[in-house]
């Protein structure tokens, strides 16, 4: 499948009292919790097959390809948030934070977000999960009212990869769901008007999607699977 599955990372200050909250929006934070979480094992144990983790925003082909998936790896993790002054506590507890998602809009969405809120509170990040249903879930996402945490999935495409990088066309764009503000990516995003030559796109889009990738409004998790039933009574070509 080409729609991309992730957690949100909310910029927006209606949550800026929400715990969680001030440690968020520190880059070195929100690198060290993609090293939380083993997308693999939640692919295969509650999506039912392989899944590789996604490096960026973008399908396949269109991705830069020098950026590897972040690992799991909680020790990392752990390192990664007492460098960036978030030490644990005697009850092994960093700081607390809330994990909005759904029920009833993606595949297995709700056991997927216990699993996430698991995983961050094993490194310290102790977790409240939040799920509603998909029909309350939905009014909030609109509005940005969904975080500190969030778990969503976007469309996305194969053929372009400015498609799918056009959910982040401005801080104050609609699909900004996390209300990201990182002005290196939207001064590249906005002298992609005067580039006419597909050479010198590609090199813009690569190095858009690097400040993505150092610099994370999301959790990277996977592309949703497709799954097709096939019936031996069906000639399906």
Do not use: H
Request: proline share 7%; with cysteine.
């Amino acid at each position: 499948g080409t729609r991309r599955m992730y957690v949100g990372f909310q910029f927006g200050e209606n949550f800026k009292d929400a715990p969680g909250y001030e440690a968020l929006q520190k880059t070195e934070v929100r690198v060290a919790l993609q090293y939380a979480i083993d997308v693999p094992t939640i692919c295969k144990t509650l999506l039912g097959t392989e899944c590789e983790r996604a490096s960026s925003m973008v399908n396949k082909p269109n991705d830069n390809p020098n950026l590897s998936p972040y690992p799991y790896d909680p020790v990392k993790a752990g390192e990664l948030l007492d460098a960036a002054g978030y030490p644990a506590g005697a009850d092994g507890v960093r700081f607390e934070t809330t994990l909005m998602g759904p029920r009833g809009r993606y595949l297995n969405d709700a056991n997927v977000v216990q699993a996430l809120g698991q995983y961050l509170t094993d490194v310290g990040v102790k977790t409240t999960v939040d799920i509603r249903d998909w029909a309350d879930y939905r009014q909030l996402t609109g509005p940005k009212e969904v975080g500190p945490l969030f778990f969503l999935g976007t469309g996305g495409g194969t053929w372009n990869a400015l498609y799918d990088m056009a959910d982040l066309s401005a801080p104050d764009a609609g699909t900004n769901y996390t209300n990201w503000p990182n002005p290196e990516w939207f001064t590249l995003w906005n002298s992609l008007g005067g580039i006419r030559e597909a050479d010198a796109e590609r090199e813009v889009i690569n190095q858009m999607l690097e400040v993505f990738y150092n610099d994370p409004p999301w959790l990277l998790l996977y592309f949703q699977p497709d799954f097709y039933g096939v019936g031996n009574r069906v000639d399906w070509q």
